[in-house]
């Protein structure tokens, strides 16, 4: 195996045009040619669902370098990197956030980087380097994007191997978006028995342009933390390698605006006066706090920086409490460790539990696959709930009726029993709609529908199309080859099985409905 097929580049986007940066600056890599490059890059687009929205922009080199657009619909950057990674068959998977830069060794020092690592090595950290301005010292943003250069573990340039992370089913979909969730995943890839270290290449990680109220929106974080804290105990802190941090300072600010108020209320001028005091104080002392280390007064950002952080250091205790008990109520009684159990599966229709006649809109030539019956009724028996993604682009061509359709799917619940939940896509492939496979969005509105998390589902099919749209939404797919799969879509699925019975056979281990109400309770 030649150095170039050890790698795959993943990269989460929301369609940033850093992105093309990005990629221009892995095109320029100072040793060129294929013996440095990745096998390929996924990039993966986690914008939510636009219909006709244009593309992500890959730029000038997103033509030459091999790159795979997978879209995920907005499910936040740890779904996106699983998506990505599991569509990787290389050794090393190397996640790259979109807003980085490469500099010109980076490829040939992460391939030093790989082979130095011993086997028991699941991960190799990149370091970050943050440019901050000169001449000045940095605002309150510049300051926290420069935490990422001690950041451990951060997956702005983090490389794993694929078995690692397979072993640990990869990111937890719980956290919605670029923060904990890589604290979490090395902490679970440790405690499966690697080690992680630390290498020698580095990245450059641009300090974004950010609105005044940054600071504010990054307190949805909190939540974040009582998430951790249900999965990994009393010992979150470590995990996350954070501090105190300033909660119980945030929630005595607003235990004191609320007595404010409160004595306000109640007409007790003494109290009111004391208690607003005392809330100016802590408020007055976040502030400083934070103005003190950053631009000087002479400095032409200052008073920008100190209006920015006047207000928002009276919102942010509201908003981090307010953020924090969101996240506490949705982890009460705790959560289930990751990957979650599954609690529904999806069959396509056509070749998996019904024999294919392209465009059949005649009921009485419905013929079930063999064993079907069987193998749904042990399912739903289980406590196991049951679905159908289908498309159906014979809707759109004309060649059916929506009446047909509905005559078709009325046989197969009278020769199958009755489906939990039932997903057509009406559309053509021209249509760009999300949701025909392989693209997610069936599934999401199965699961949603069913009040599951994508990660509580598995996808049955008999074509490549079925298990990538289960990869995007982040289920977990099993191809049953029929006759018209191709050889390739075999070769690419993670999971193939003879028959259906087989394919829940490969689940079996994972089926969660001995205790249903856990798993759809974990996603809230
Ligand atoms: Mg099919
Ligand atoms: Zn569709």
Known sequence: MSPAQDYTIVVPTIGRPSLAV??????????????????????????????????????????????????????????????????????????????????????????????????????????????????????????STAGLESARWATAD??????????????????????????????????????????????????????????????????????????????????????????????????????????????????????????????????????TPGPRPADEVFAREARRLAWTSVAIPFAAVAHRARGEWNARGGLPPWPLPIDAV???????????????????????????????????????????????????RGLLTAAQVQSVNAEVEARLGPFDTWQVCPHCPEDECLCRKPRPGMILAAAQELGLAPAACAVVGDIGADVEAARAAGAVGVLVPAPATRTEEVAEAELVAADLAGAIDLLAARLGAASPELGRAAWR
Request: net charge positive.
């Open 22 to 143: 990005l990629l221009t600056s892995l095109a320029a890599q100072e040793v060129h040619g294929a013996h440095v490059m990745p096998q390929e890059v996924v990039v993966v687009d986690d914008r939510p669902a636009a219909p006709g929205a244009p593309g992500v922009d890959l730029g000038q080199s997103g033509a030459w370098l091999p790159v795979r657009i997978v879209r995920t619909g907005g499910r936040g950057p740890a779904a996106a990197r699983n998506a990505g990674w599991r569509c990787a068959r290389t050794p090393w998977v190397v996640f790259l956030d979109d807003d980085v830069q490469l500099p010109p060794s980076w490829a040939p020092d992460l391939l030093a980087d790989l082979r130095s690592a011993a086997p028991r090595v699941g991960g190799v950290q990149g370091r970050i380097v943050v440019p901050l301005p000169p001449g000045r010292r940095p605002t309150d943003w510049e300051r």
């Open 158 to 291: 983090m490389a794993y191997r694929r078995v690692t992370l397979e072993q640990v089913s990869g990111f937890d979909e719980r956290f919605p978006r670029a923060y904990r969730e890589d604290a979490d995943l090395a902490a679970r890839v440790r405690r499966a028995g690697w080690t992680l270290a630390q290498g020698e290449r580095h990245v450059l990680h641009p300090v974004r342009p950010a609105a005044d109220d940054v600071s504010l929106r990054v307190q949805a974080g909190t939540f974040d933390d009582a998430t951790l804290r249900a999965l990994h105990g009393r010992r979150w802190r470590t995990v996350a390698q954070t501090g105190r941090g300033r909660l119980r300072l945030h929630l005595a600010t607003v235990a004191v605006a609320a007595l404010t108020v409160a004595a306000a209320l109640t007409r007790r001028p003494r109290l009111t006066a004391v208690a607003a005091w005392v809330w100016a104080a802590f408020t007055a002392d976040f502030f400083v706090r934070r103005l």
């Open 346 to 396: 999806l069959f396509d229709r056509d070749g998996t539990l019904i024999e294919d006649i392209p465009y059949n809109g005649d009921p009485e030539a419905v013929r079930p696959t063999e064993g079907a019956r069987a193998v749904l009724d042990a399912l739903r028996s289980r406590g196991v709930l049951v679905g159908v993604v289908t498309n159906q682009s014979g809707l759109c």
